[in-house]
């Protein structure tokens, strides 16, 4: 329920890197004016609904069952995992939760354990491709919190990827975007 840009993604012929003609619509999407998040466009038909759990967009959803889990795949909980979990959690919701409510959902999800690609498959067609990649980064910065990655969070993330539609090689992508050291600017001293 705010401004949004409703946007084509379309290809052009050009000569010198300037458009000349239009070839063909690629695509369409919104953008929010607010975060500058982008969805699809059936996302223009949401109707607010009285019920909480529905009230919760797909989106939310799966970014917190994903992390959570993502939490839970090497099998410790580590408190900087948690902080992470809950920033995640709160920077994309709207409805932000405590320490206390996402340790009520960490027992939650330990008790009925839904494996990720099942939830993730369901939830799929829901996402654009942004919507997908914030969900892979989003488990990647939680798997990452501790301070190492191993291979059984290296093995959800494929398996996330798989259910999500996304290519290896768009992991890798994602993967090395997040895990590469930042390149740090020299002075001339």
């Known amino acids: 329920q705010t401004d949004y840009k409703h946007k084509s993604a379309r290809r052009f012929l050009t000569l010198y890197f300037l458009p000349l003609i239009t070839l063909d619509k690629l695509g369409e999407y919104v953008e929010c004016r607010s975060c500058r998040g982008t969805f699809i466009p059936k996302v223009l038909e949401y109707q607010k609904n009285n019920n909480a759990d529905q009230f919760l967009s797909e989106y939310e959803k799966a970014i917190k069952h994903s992390v959570v889990l993502m939490m839970l795949a090497d099998g410790e909980i580590d408190q ?3 902080e992470v979990v809950l920033q995640v959690v709160n920077k994309f919701s709207h409805n932000d939760i405590t320490m206390p409510q996402l340790d009520q959902y960490i027992d939650q999800v330990q008790r009925q354990p839904e494996d990720i690609g099942t939830y993730l498959k369901r939830v799929a067609p829901r996402l654009n491709g942004h919507g997908k990649e914030i969900v892979i980064k989003s488990a990647l910065a939680v798997a990452a919190a501790d301070g190492h990655i191993d291979d059984s969070e290296i093995a959800l993330l494929e398996q996330m990827a798989q259910a999500l539609d996304m290519t290896n090689s768009h992991l890798r992508g994602i993967l090395t975007e997040m ?11």
Do not use: H, V, W
């Open 80 to 82: 900087r995992e948690k």
């Open 179 to 189: 895990t590469a050291p930042k390149e740090q600017a020299f002075s001339d001293n």
